[in-house]
């Protein structure tokens, strides 16, 4: 699949880092260093838009290492980009850690996977069918 994309960054465009990656890393376009205090969270600038075909979406995730090495996590994750979307792609950081954290330009933030999704048509209905599961929430089938 080719997606249309415009960078207005300095940095190269997000890429999948091994054969079998599904993200594509996501790089901060802020030409400055941003501190984040422990608990702020931050809207951080890429310098991307893309062009989604229609029936795709584009998720926005953390990346693993910057959440365990450093408590920092992509705050609405996954965050969705719309096929419709047209404006920059930007990532919303919180630093959950008990430190301050900066965020460089160019560093790493999130990671990207294009996903196909399907469009639901809802029925009202007054009831739906019942499973053995029924009701049962979190922590329903316990701990195994």
Do not use: C, W
Request: proline share 6%; net charge neutral.
């Amino acid at each position: 699949m080719k997606i249309r994309i415009v960078n207005k960054s300095s940095h190269p465009l997000p890429a999948y880092e091994t054969a079998h990656s599904a993200g594509m890393d996501l790089r901060a376009f802020t030409g400055e260093p941003v501190s984040l205090k422990p608990m702020e969270r931050r809207l951080i600038p890429t310098g991307l838009y893309i062009e989604l075909p229609e029936g795709y979406e584009a998720q926005v995730r953390p990346r693993s290492g910057l959440a365990l090495k450093h408590g920092i996590t992509v705050l609405n994750s996954p965050g969705t980009i719309d096929a419709d979307y047209r404006g920059e792609i930007g990532v919303i950081l919180i630093n959950l850690s008990g430190k301050e954290f900066t965020v460089n330009d160019g560093d790493r933030i999130a990671q990207m996977i294009v996903a196909r999704h399907e469009k639901a048509e809802l029925i009202n209905t007054e009831e739906i069918d019942q499973t053995i599961r029924g009701e049962g929430g979190f922590g329903h089938s316990g701990r195994r």
